[in-house]
């Protein structure tokens, strides 16, 4: 541009003033409308060239990178403070583009406008999601122990048939979801969101995750009344058909008295009135009608009806076997 500005210059002070003319022209003109400044420096981020006034902190104007230059004349990679889109931690970058998460391996892209971006695959965001639920579910009861790895180690080589890359990314998916401040419920419905809007083969991938949870409460023997709260909030949630669910429970759980005890808040021994007061409160606390005066959602209405179901069928088969 102050080349074309210098010949302008150049032709009008030829016309003005002659030789003479032409050559102060074209220097006035070269200096008209651009700006000096007093330092030249090389973005650390894109390497090219910016103009800076005074030492201080600055955004690169091709890429946005951030820099810092010093008063003793030294331009430091000063790094971006950006969130990670999937674990929410953390992190500094040197400017934009495609980046993967040392946290938790996610990749993202940070754009030229300052935005942070999912850039995974939605198989591989779902891989994620499914391994960080099973280290929440095999949580429920306070500890993850042998069995529970033991098991998770079966789903990845025989249930899945995992290659190398997805088996390592899942044991490092399944310890992230160990650590993380998120809950099982928060997984269970991130899944639901990403297979009803991004994945075809949505129901197959909902009820494979629930075969596997039942596998993961039953490694240890007898399914804890914690776990059994959480498959029924799994399958409430992900909309799993009620044939599967009878045939899960009907494969997996031992249909004992303890577990209906369990779920009355009761033990053996306890008198039938007891037994009842106990009954009386948990249905009046969940049961359908109620919950649906209060316009909850929908996953809230189905996991309610479950509940009130296995109320009722606990009441009766303690109320048969007191009888019997």
């Known amino acids: 541009m102050s080349f074309f500005k210098s010949v302008i210059g150049g032709a009008i002070g030829f016309v003005v003033g002659g030789p003479l003319g032409a050559a102060g022209g074209a ?85 030229i406008d300052n935005s942070v971006k ?28 042998n069995e529970h790895i033991s098991t998770a180690t079966d789903i990845m080589d025989n249930y899945y048939g995992f290659n190398e890359e997805n088996r390592k990314l899942s044991i490092k998916y399944f310890r992230m979801g160990r650590d993380s401040d998120k809950t099982f419920e928060d997984y269970c419905m991130k899944l639901n969101d990403i297979c009803d809007d991004k994945l075809e083969d949505d129901r197959e991938i909902k009820n494979d995750f629930l075969i596997c949870l039942y596998k993961l409460a039953t490694c240890l023997g007898k399914t804890t009344y914690e776990e059994e709260k959480m498959l029924n909030y799994a399958a409430a949630i992900l909309k799993i058909e009620p044939y599967l669910i009878n045939k899960l429970k009907e494969e997996y759980i ?18 039938i009135s007891i037994i009842k007061s106990s009954y009386r409160k948990i249905v009046n606390e969940c049961h359908p009608d109620k919950i649906l005066s209060k316009n909850l959602p929908e996953y809230l209405v189905n996991y309610s009806t479950q509940r009130f179901r296995e ?6 088969k303690i109320k048969l076997d007191l009888e019997a």
């Open 254 to 271: 031992e249909n004992s008295l303890d577990k209906y005890y369990e779920i009355l808040g009761c033990k053996r021994g306890d008198s």
């Open 311 to 316: 109320v009722q069928e606990a009441y009766e």
């Open 118 to 145: 999912e850039y995974n695959s939605e198989e591989e965001t779902c891989l994620f999601i499914i391994f960080a639920a099973f280290a929440k579910f095999c949580k429920a009861n306070g500890q993850i122990k």
């Open 27 to 111: 220097v006035l003109a070269s200096r008209l409308g651009s700006k000096e400044y007093k330092y030249s420096i090389n973005c650390p981020h894109c390497y090219k060239s910016l103009g800076v006034d005074t030492y201080g902190r600055y955004n690169c104007c091709h890429c946005e990178g951030v820099l810092t230059f010093s008063e003793d004349g030294v331009i430091k990679d000063t790094r971006i403070d950006v969130i990670c889109p999937y674990c929410k931690q953390n992190l500094l970058i040197e400017g934009p583009g495609k980046w993967n998460c040392c946290k938790c391996n996610q990749s993202f892209e940070y754009t």
